[in-house]
């Protein structure tokens, strides 16, 4: 006589086989994952090596620049090797907290066609002062810009100290933005000049900025 508190002996190979056939969907299943994420993991490391790798021919100002084509900003870059009026990148730099990278816009254009900021501290920023002092990056200083000629939410933050001072002009941040737009022109060796846009944050790695970016324009061909 069969207990009814037992299952009939039938059933176990429908069981068994139900069993077999789930853990091997299981098992396919964790091979395809593993699989994808290798292909995730080798798509997202391979592409950028070989960004380095390739780079673009530009003469600027009598310079042969080698530009790795990762760095070129905007679709007029993007293109055939030559000559260039101006060449417009994007360089990190190690300027964010505990070193993390920050982006730099970087045009390249010859000098006769920009003024350094430090030349426009004397001869323009410094006739626009508003007489307070703002608080920030420490060895900078901080001065509005009354909102006449246009510098409406305007600072000058710059290194009184120096006789090449660091220069910067950063626009108040947007609403919903993590901070400011600065703007900063330098004039380089071989009649050239960089105009660099930042996000304000950078100022606090200000005394290690130049250093920074003349590594990566050595590279390149503009410096050295």
């Known amino acids: 006589m069969t207990s009814p508190g037992l299952p009939h002996r039938k059933a176990e190979p429908h069981s068994m086989g139900f069993t077999l056939s789930a853990i091997m969907l299981v098992v396919l299943m964790l091979g395809l994952g593993a699989a994808s994420a290798l292909s995730a993991l080798h798509n997202r490391t391979k592409p950028p090596a070989a960004a380095e790798s390739a780079t673009v021919s530009r003469a600027l100002v009598g310079r042969q620049l080698n530009i790795p084509a990762a760095w070129l900003r905007g679709p007029a870059n993007s293109g055939a090797q030559g000559f260039a009026s ?3 990148l994007s360089i990190a730099l190690p300027l964010g907290t505990d070193g993390g990278l920050l982006p730099v816009a970087v045009t390249l254009l010859p000098l006769s066609q920009a003024r350094p900021s430090a030349e426009l501290l004397d001869g323009v920023y ?6 307070n002092e703002l608080s920030g990056p420490p060895g900078l200083v901080g001065k509005p810009l009354y909102a006449n000629e246009g510098y409406a939410n305007e ?9 090449s001072p660091f220069v910067a002009k950063c626009m108040a941040p947007v609403a ?4 400011g737009n600065c703007l900063r022109t330098v004039a380089l060796p071989g009649g050239i000049a960089a105009i660099y846009r930042f996000d304000a944050s950078a100022l606090y790695g200000w005394k290690n900025f130049d250093r920074l970016m003349d590594e ?3 590279r390149i061909g503009v410096l050295g």
Do not use: C
């Open 216 to 218: 990566q324009l050595k």
């Open 86 to 88: 101006e060449v417009e």
């Open 126 to 131: 410094l006739h626009q002062f508003m007489p």
């Open 176 to 179: 919903g933005a993590s901070g």
């Open 155 to 163: 600072t000058v933050w710059y290194d009184a100290l120096s006789q």
